[in-house]
């Protein structure tokens, strides 16, 4: 299986923070990788798509870069409703896995 | 507009068989290139990729669990069935189901419509 790896588990940050979360694969996954967005008790919702392509509806503040084993996401000013946990996820080859999410607190 | 819903057995004993329901609408898995998965996450944890299945009816499962699953589709009905044998506890989690599309044998558009989630509690 593929790794996806987040460091860290979780960070602090407020409002109008740019915030970059992290996601490491444990072999190359060209640009195979997306980003989810969970808040609690909510079915996680799709933000980027093939390392930098932003779903639809997304906010553009909402931004994604990398590819082989390294990716970023980006939140260029965080907003209240941006609290949350984000995951990441490869789909370059089954089992698709998942990155142990980074939860973005409020500082 | 695309829907999903997860539908089951909120508490199942360890040992039975689970057996979840995902009714879509928008779309229609006879469509090339549609394809629906299932994912659970344990309370507090992670997400995990369980199934797949596509237009073609073809198949792909998580290896750790692949002996226990069984995904199929009913194309006239709009549903996609996951079954998940000899239950544990650890097995409680919340399970969702998911769109997803191919395109020519590579899945480069993530999930891009998840269900609400349905709870599933493995009682001991």
């Known amino acids: 299986d593929i790794q996806m790896t987040q460091p860290p588990s979780s960070l602090s940050a407020s409002v109008g923070d740019r915030v970059t979360i992290t996601c490491r694969a444990s072999?190359?996954?060209?640009?195979?990788l997306n980003w989810y967005q969970q808040k609690p008790g909510k079915a996680p919702n799709l933000l980027m798509y093939a390392a930098s392509s932003l779903h639809s509806g997304v906010p553009s503040r909402f931004s994604g870069s990398g590819s082989g084993t390294d990716f970023t996401l980006t939140i260029s000013s965080l907003q209240p409703e941006d609290f949350a946990t984000y995951y990441c996820?490869?789909?370059?080859?089954?089992?698709?896995?998942f990155g142990q999410g980074t939860k973005v607190e409020i500082k | 507009q695309v829907t999903l819903r997860e539908s089951g057995p909120a508490l199942v004993k360890r040992t039975q068989t689970l057996t979840l329901t995902c009714t879509f609408s928008?779309?229609?898995?006879?469509?090339?290139?549609?394809?629906v998965s299932w994912i659970r996450q344990p309370p507090g944890k992670a997400l995990e990729w369980l199934a797949l299945?596509?237009?073609?009816?073809?198949?792909y499962y998580s290896i750790s669990l692949k002996t226990r699953l069984t995904i199929s589709k009913d194309t006239s009905k709009n549903q996609v069935v996951l079954t998940m044998t000899n239950m544990d506890p650890v097995d409680t989690a919340t399970y969702y189901c998911?769109?997803?599309?191919?395109?020519?044998?590579?899945?480069?558009?993530?999930?891009?419509?998840w269900g609400q989630g349905t709870t599933v509690t493995v009682s001991s």
């Open positions: 072999q190359s996954i060209s640009s195979y």
């Open positions: 996820q490869q789909t370059y080859s089954t089992p698709w896995t």
């Open positions: 998911a769109r997803m599309t191919s395109v020519a044998g590579v899945f480069p558009y993530g999930m891009d419509v």
């Open positions: 299945i596509d237009w073609d009816d073809d198949k």
């Open positions: 928008g779309f229609s898995l006879s469509t090339r290139g549609m394809c």
